[in-house]
């Protein structure tokens, strides 16, 4: 990765693009921070428990590839490949906490948005990124290909639950919102980096990656951070009109009676 | 060429979301609800009365064997076939507005992921399946079919009704 250029001191293009990415990435790691400080200051931590888990995971990963790369430059190639493909597991947390966030005002349908995710994840990773992973003969095709197709399952989720927020008309407050806008800048330039990476040559796909995938980051936490900034309440909340809103003892009662009723009917 | 597909792909998405996102938040609250004021509701006598009218074959028969007027009969039986898909459409809309009830006590701690909200989340998609599939049933084979499967023998399913009832019955039994 971000290979120096050969002529010593003289700044080649490739040495000022490992400055650049160097650059963005201590930004991030500045970024990051700041949103778990924000994140305990404000109490976000304790609604958005999953996603912060990722936030201090990213920010430690980072912490721990810096000391990496510092201590020992020979190990820090495979180093960092093991934490980029670590991470992209990692990412399918941040989901599940948008899932949970969406539709946890709505008891009877708490848990629809992670089941979704569970289930896409699961059958995307069987029919679109197993087959990738084995077919592919190359190690660094088989990276940039597992990279891709996750992002795009990762994006294929993000839009099932958008699409499935909006039809029971799930309010999403500014917390919810920006960490879906920033998750989606994020999947957005993976999935174009990653694509790109796949199709030019390694030393230039590898550049790209280096600059590129830090910036994706940037982006992605400069929302978060400024979505996350204070707890913001949730619109439907704020909605529900007189006597609308029940407790969830009483929405399941109502469901299993409704059950009940088509099943006995049904039976006749 | 594919790498121009991802580029545009990923593209897509970011304005996709950006557009869903836009319309999410400027939506006014509730606006995607329907009027369901006279949907109806398995707490209503008069709504279970009626259901049992249309899905009865008594009258058809009686129509057709006792009465012999076979063409009265299927006229009958197409009537109930109509009532029949407006009633079940009528109980999903109802049962919608119940899955999209908001909860007004919210906990700071998120309960997502919980046993019971899985539980919850089985019922509710029972339910859909159930009313799809009698839908699909009715539409295709007429009120008087009886192709429904219970989903009794699953445990999970059993076990979350009878807890449920089980609150039930104790909650009555506590306001009494």
């Known amino acids: 990765m971000g290979e120096r250029g050969s002529c010593g001191a003289c700044p080649s293009r490739a040495g000022s693009m490992h400055i650049l990415g160097m650059v963005i990435s201590f930004c991030v790691f500045l970024l990051g921070g700041l949103l778990i400080l924000r994140g305990a200051a404000s109490k976000l931590i304790r609604l958005f428990p999953l996603f912060y888990s990722y936030i201090i995971y990213d920010f430690c990963g980072s912490l721990g590839m810096y000391l990496i790369y510092w201590r020992d430059p020979h190990l820090y190639p495979s180093a960092y490949w093991i934490y980029y493909l670590v991470s992209i597991l990692v990412e399918f947390a941040v989901l599940v906490e948008i899932s949970d966030q969406i539709f946890r005002i709505f008891p009877a349908i708490r848990n629809l948005g992670r089941a979704l995710t569970i289930v896409i994840s699961v059958a995307l990773g069987l029919v679109y990124i197993l087959p990738a992973i084995l077919g592919s003969t190359h190690r660094r095709q088989a990276l940039f290909d597992f990279a891709l197709r996750a992002s795009v399952t990762k994006a294929i989720i993000l839009v099932v639950l958008f699409y499935v927020a909006r039809h029971y008309g799930s309010e999403l407050g500014r917390n919810v919102a920006g960490l879906m806008f920033g998750f989606a800048i994020y999947l957005a330039i993976n999935i174009a980096i990653n694509a790109i990476g796949k199709a030019f040559k390694p030393a230039l796909g590898a550049n790209i990656l280096w600059v590129m995938s830090p910036l994706a980051s940037m982006l992605c936490l400069l929302v978060w951070t400024l979505s996350l900034w204070k707890l913001a309440p949730i619109p439907s909340v704020h909605t529900i009109a007189p006597g609308a809103g029940r407790d969830s003892e009483a929405v399941a009662l109502e469901l299993t009676r409704f059950n009940s009723e088509l099943t006995k009917l049904l039976h006749k | ?176």
């Not at chain 2, 995607?32 to 109806?40: F, G, K, L």
């Not at chain 2, 507005?97 to 701690?109: G, K, Q």
């Open chain 2, 1 to 176: 060429m594919t790498t121009l597909i991802y580029a545009a792909i990923a593209i897509a998405f970011l304005l996709l979301i950006l557009v869903l996102l836009q319309k999410t938040r400027s939506r006014e609250p509730d606006a995607s609800m329907p009027d369901n004021r006279s949907a109806p509701n398995p707490g209503n006598g008069h709504w279970l009365d009626l259901s049992e009218r249309i899905f009865n074959p008594s009258d058809a028969r009686w129509l057709k064997e006792e009465l012999s007027f076979p063409k009265l009969a299927e006229a009958l039986i197409a009537e109930r076939k109509r009532l029949a898909i407006q009633w079940l459409e009528a109980l999903q809309v109802s049962f919608d507005e119940v899955a999209r009830t908001p909860e007004l006590t919210l906990s700071d701690a998120p309960e997502a992921g919980s046993d019971r909200s899985w539980q919850t989340l089985w019922l509710t998609l029972r339910f859909k399946f159930l009313v799809n599939y009698a839908l699909f049933v009715v539409r295709l084979f007429g009120p008087y079919h009886r192709l429904v499967p219970s989903f009794s023998w699953i445990p999970f399913s059993r076990r979350s009704e009878d807890r449920f009832r089980r609150t039930a019955m104790a909650n009555s039994r506590s306001s009494d």
